[in-house]
């Protein structure tokens, strides 16, 4: 009785005092010590790769997309390495902050919430979110107020999803995993609508005509996207950050956005008029000496 | 010594309470133990803190002991509205957008061709459609008109080369001092469309020549400014517009002259009532709504202004947010003016220097007095005026702009709308709301969607597994051979496999099948949604989530029902094949009964497992559990809260249905 006693009282304490300690560290955990330097070494970058054209996997398995080439050029111009990691988007942010991986680039909007337990760099797209629907709705559904009483399919965890949840009215949504099921849930017709960023719609609509389904109204929000980084990994949003103005200022950001998007990239992210000119000076002194005949 | 008496040999006290404590406590096993104090451990951590009560609240559905939020609804109804502009939009060939109004439109063909001009640039489409040939105005200095319309219009203001004049229906247009034809001071009749009862515009009235050419555009979505009765506008797509009736606004009781008959329609539009059943009355349905305004108030009203945190109606809209706002006090104003138009919900005023009347709510109004006392609004001579206090006021809501002289500010005030069940054109939606003891309809996310879809699965699950089972020991070549096949089959593939399989692709493909498999298999699923939304109000995945576990248990349900069947001694089968019986009756009253209690350990330990597999339902964005908490992760990033939580609920309903399979064990064992 003595031991039995005993014995219960230590599991006790012991299942007690693993409680406590467990709500105190409810804070994201520390990232790895040491990783005070970037240069020359190999930064983890998660990524949810369902989500074209940003990112996604092709038939060989390989990351492509424009958020992709963007952290490579970003990665060569600040001198380090990439280690793609394919991961969930309803938990990167909180993977992220606990140390899974030291960045994500993933379309994954600026907000307040998540600059809570991570870092965000400067915007480096400008997006928003769009309705689709199946051609049949087309004809009733017009904007957002048309979308009532009807199923509105979103990806988990993101904007597309607190849109539907904070503006519009007697709807039922359903949070999906990844983008392509929602669209996928769309083609059956198991839910009426979907909400997702623009460019990804856009792209999944083209290269999925047997969908059969539209993208109705005017976009819905103006939204920013960021390359989230670790808080605990300053240096690495710092060179991201340096890196990023020059791949924009040097036309490199504008001849990735050219190869996914087929317009030029807006104002913000073009080169500015004096350094184009500067640029071009230092960059092409030969062709300038052609050009301009001594005189 | 002892007495004579018989004693007893030993003294044995009954066993008193602290002894029937240790007896339990000695009796208990260890892992009782270790998990008894766990889980108290865990359920203190997750009650003991506000916001981890309401994850738990979250993940249960949010259940109330009662609650009056019956049934969330979403009703069509259709208002009379009269129209008082109509524009279409009209695209051309190089998709750019004009606005036109219908009193422009000259022509309008339902089935034309846009067809591109010679000189257009190279991706120029031609364009099919309503073609419609319009009037525009404002054309390019080098293109002669193709036409002149002679317009009247009060001019309101005068610059060297443009003066602004104001047409009947309150537009205003630039136009230059050449084009003015004629000037002279006089009455202009008003647009009595937007007010029956307006005054006639005096002033300076000048004809104007507007030149136009003709321009052609395919109609792309229309707007119509409507009006209300109750003198609300609003714009709305034309599409939208239905049961258009020409009518016309007489001269009965407009007291000015001139007066003409002004043509204007009369439609309905579909309106949709979002919110809470709360009751009936009668034939009507009353429904509280929330609305969100913006009004603009005079920042000189402000008597008193405090920050405050502006609650939202969570019964209405469980995801709405409370928002910080401020609460301002404001003072009644005091409107003089004349009284131009009387109606049982309205005073229109008419105040010296503004061109359109004032509209107040007669609700509002306190100390109202009439100059001269009891006048109406149709004396002229002398005119009706009238001066009153508007009510003094607190409200509640965000500022979205101010100045100096108004505050602009977003409310969300709470209505209970009455609607007559005659006019309900649509019921776009109505699903049980609230989870409460009195409402056990509105518990159907969370715990309660993990267990309804556990009885459910595991209950179709046990009859597929005995028709399956059956089959197996019937010894009939063709259906051994296809329970064989199944088993074997489903076996293999895990279960998310198969309900992503169930849900995203044999679902659509046997009903786009042609034949009788797509017939009975679009039968059976148009079955499927109808009792999903008879019982939980809206179609989703659900059905293809039951059957998809169902299928999967049912493979090894079947093996269950077949070794149970197979352990009953030949005999009893035989025996009951020499009473007469046939086959199946010699199941169903012989061996069936007898197998079950053996086989019911296996059974009861698969429906407690077929509890945590309905976790995988949450891939087919269905709200069980699992999803909750996975939502509630990624909005609020407490992850070891909320999992903790999940893992609590799920242990505790393991727990529960563990003690119900062993109280039916108990009862069906053998002797």
């Given at each position: 009785m003595q031991r039995r006693l005993l014995l219960t009282f230590t599991i006790l304490i012991l299942a007690i005092g693993i409680a406590f300690p467990v709500a105190a560290a409810n804070q994201p955990q520390q990232a790895s010590?040491?990783?005070?330097?970037?240069?020359g070494e190999v930064i983890r970058v998660g990524t949810d790769a369902a989500y074209p054209p940003f990112e996604e996997l092709n038939e060989d398995g390989e990351f492509v997309g424009f958020d992709i080439d963007l952290m490579e050029a970003i990665a060569e111009d600040a001198g380090f390495e990439i280690e793609w990691i394919n991961a969930p988007f309803d938990t990167i942010f909180t993977a992220l902050a606990e140390g899974e991986f030291d960045a994500v680039i993933s379309a994954a909007t600026i907000t307040e919430e998540r600059e809570e337990i991570v870092d965000f760099s400067e915007p480096y797209f400008v997006a928003s979110q769009s309705i689709a629907v199946s051609l049949d709705l087309a004809e009733e559904v017009f904007g957002p107020e048309d979308l009532v009483g009807l199923r509105i399919g979103v990806q988990l965890g993101t904007t597309g999803e607190l849109y539907a949840q904070e503006e519009l009215e007697g709807v039922e949504i359903f949070s999906f995993d990844t983008a392509p099921l929602a669209f996928q849930a769309l083609g059956q017709g198991d839910v009426d609508a979907v909400i997702v960023d623009t460019p990804t719609t856009e792209e999944i609509l083209a290269t999925n005509p047997d969908l059969e389904a539209v993208i109705v109204g005017e976009p819905l929000t103006e939204e920013f996207y960021g390359i989230a980084v670790n808080e605990d990994f300053p240096e690495l949003l710092e060179a991201i950050n340096l890196s990023l103005e020059n791949i924009i200022q040097d036309g490199t950001y504008a001849e990735i956005y050219e190869e996914w998007f087929d317009v030029p990239p807006p104002e913000d992210f073009l080169p500015d008029e004096e350094d184009e000119d500067m640029a071009e000076a230092t960059a092409e002194p030969t062709e300038e000496a052609t050009e301009e005949p001594a005189g | 010594m002892a007495s004579s008496t018989t004693e007893p040999l030993l003294e044995i006290d009954p066993p008193s309470w602290k002894d029937r404590v240790v007896f339990l406590y000695r009796s208990i096993p260890w892992w009782m133990v270790i998990l008894i104090i766990t889980l108290t451990a865990a359920l203190i951590y997750m009650f003991g803190d506000e916001d981890r009560r309401q994850t738990m609240a979250f993940l249960a559905d949010q259940p109330k002991l009662t609650t009056e939020n019956k049934f969330e609804v979403t009703y069509e109804v259709l208002e009379d509205v009269l129209i008082v502009q109509q524009s279409s939009l009209v695209l051309d060939v190089e998709n750019r957008r004009h606005t036109v109004l219908d009193d422009d439109i000259v022509e309008s063909i339902p089935e034309g061709i846009l067809t591109c001009p010679p000189d257009a640039p190279a991706d120029c489409v031609s364009r099919r459609g309503k073609l419609i040939t319009y009037r525009e105005y404002?054309?390019?200095?080098d293109l002669t008109p193709d036409g002149i319309l002679t317009v009247v219009g009060l001019i309101t203001d005068e610059q060297d080369n443009s003066i602004e004049i104001t047409l009947r229906d309150g537009r205003q247009i630039q136009v230059t001092p050449?084009?003015?034809t004629k000037r002279e001071n006089g009455e202009l009749a008003c647009d009595r469309v937007i007010n029956p009862l307006c005054e006639p515009l005096v002033g300076e009235i000048a004809t104007i020549e507007r030149p136009y050419i003709l321009e052609k555009g395919i109609e792309a979505r229309g707007d119509a400014l409507v009006r209300f009765d109750d003198g609300y506008e609003t714009t709305i797509r034309?599409?939208?517009?239905?049961?258009i009736d020409d009518i016309e606004i007489g001269c009965d009781e407009y007291p000015y002259e001139p007066c003409e008959p002004i043509p204007a329609k009369r439609a309905t539009i579909p309106d949709n009532i979002v919110g809470i059943e709360t009751g009936r009355d009668g034939d009507d349905i009353l429904v509280r709504t929330v609305e969100q305004q913006t009004i603009t108030i005079d920042a000189n009203r402000v008597l008193e202004r405090q920050p405050t945190i502006v609650q939202c109606d969570k019964e209405i809209d469980p995801h709405c947010q409370n928002f910080d706002g401020v609460r301002l006090e404001l003072s009644g104003e005091v409107i003089s003016g004349r009284l131009t138009q009387e109606t049982d919900v309205h005073y229109f005023i008419q105040q010296e220097g503004r061109s359109e009347a004032l509209r107040f709510v007669?609700?509002?109004?306190?100390?109202e007095v009439r100059t001269p006392p009891d006048c109406v609004d149709r004396d002229q001579n002398p005119p009706c005026m009238i001066t009153f206090t508007l009510i003094g006021e607190t409200i509640e809501g965000r500022i979205l702009s101010e100045d100096n002289k108004q505050i602009v500010l977003e409310i969300v005030p709470e209505r209970i709308v009455r609607i007559h069940e005659g006019d309900i054109t649509a019921v776009k939606r109505r699903v049980p709301a609230d989870c409460a003891l009195n409402n056990?309809?509105?518990?159907?996310?969370g715990i309660w969607l993990t267990i309804i879809v556990t009885f459910a699965a595991y209950s179709l699950a046990l009859v597929i597994g005995l028709i399956f089972g059956m089959f197996r020991v019937s010894g009939v070549t063709f259906l051994v051979n296809i329970a064989t096949a199944y088993v074997e089959f489903v076996r293999g593939v895990p279960l998310a496999v198969l309900l992503v399989i169930f849900a995203f692709v044999i679902g659509p493909r046997l009903r786009d099948t042609e034949g009788i498999i797509g017939d009975i298999a679009t039968e059976v699923y148009t079955g499927l949604d109808a009792f999903e939304r008879t019982v939980f109000g809206t179609e989703s995945l659900l059905a293809e989530a039951v059957i998809g576990l169902a299928v999967g248990y049912g493979a090894f349900l079947a093996e269950i029902f077949r070794a149970g069947i197979q352990s009953i001694h030949r005999g009893q089968i035989e025996a009951a094949r020499s009473l007469g019986m046939s086959y199946l009756q010699s199941m169903r009253h012989v061996i069936l009964p007898q197998a079950i209690r053996i086989i019911l350990p296996p059974l009861g330990n698969d429906f407690i497992a077929m509890l945590k597999d309905t976790s995988l339902i949450a891939f087919l964005a269905l709200p069980d559990l699992f999803q909750r908490g996975r939502a509630d992760a990624a909005a609020s990033y407490q992850v070891i809260d909320v999992y903790i939580g999940v893992a609590v609920y799920y242990v505790l309903m393991t727990l529960f249905l563990s003690l119900l399979v062993r109280y039916i064990e108990r009862r069906v064992r053998l002797p």
């Open positions: 010590e040491g990783r005070a330097q970037v240069v | 404002e054309i390019a200095s050449e084009q003015i034309t599409q939208i517009i239905r049961n007669r609700r509002d109004i306190v100390n056990p309809r509105g518990c159907n996310e």
